[in-house]
């Protein structure tokens, strides 16, 4: 059987950010320190305080470090940064998040938007905006937040390999509006031009369509572990039984054969930025 790895539910205002409040206001209450005076030491407001005490917020790492320090915690709230960091991610997305960024080599399959990777800050705020059913606009700046973090895979060194096919119809579609596409288009153009990036376009002409069971993506982990993850409507799958990672990884070498190199697929998103 396929392995699918079950998340813990903790979103904002439960589970773990809800610990994670509690001992910041113990420790805070233990120094004597009320939360404007608190707010003061690390450059936040009352308000943003009593959001992260009461799980109403996801406080970045930088503030847990920083916290823990001034509040001599002794390392209790550094130990839940990485856990409290997850949250950011919605649940069904957080073990594969945590699995693409140690990942060597990564390829994805995208069928209905530009992968989360490639996309610009507005591309991702308009695509979490017509999200069904409609998310608080708090959660949209985190979720927004979570995903421009992940592209700092694109920094890391070692750099992983990273490949992506995406269907002509993803570029064709405005998300956002005229102004919003023409930006993604000119991100991938740029992100395309790294050594260890190649980007394929699924052209619609194709009569052969090896991808038609839905988007996917590869990776392949540092210690040679090969795992595939695919979502579709909030379900998701990761996936670590050989034989399953391994069809998937035949899929997908089929889907580049069929797609535009990735010299046809530059000079394609060209055209598309040159027309009106």
Known sequence: MDDEVQQPEYEVGTGMLCVFGRQLKLFRERAGLDRAGFGSMTGYSVSTIAAFEQARRIPP?????????LLQAGGVLSASKEEVARAQYPAFFRDAAKLEAEAAV?????????????????????VFAMWRPQLDE???EQRLAARLARQEIFTQRPAPHLSFVIEEAVLLRPLGGAVVRRGQLEQ????????NVEVQVMPLSRQEHAGLA?????????????IAYAEV????????ERLKVRELERTYGSL?????????SRALIEKLLGER
Do not use: C, N, W
């Open 61 to 69: 790492p930088k503030f847990i470090d920083r916290a823990d320090e």
């Open 106 to 126: 990564l390829h994805v399959y995208a069928t209905q938007a530009v992968p989360g990777l490639l996309q610009t800050e507005e591309y991702a705020r308009a």
């Open 138 to 140: 708090e959660v949209i």
């Open 188 to 195: 991938l153009l740029l992100i395309e031009e790294k050594r």
């Open 214 to 226: 839905g988007p996917f993506t590869l990776m392949e982990m540092r210690d040679g572990r090969r």
């Open 233 to 240: 409507q909030g379900d998701s799958r990761v996936h670590t």
């Open 256 to 264: 580049r054969a069929q797609a535009h190199t990735p010299a046809e």
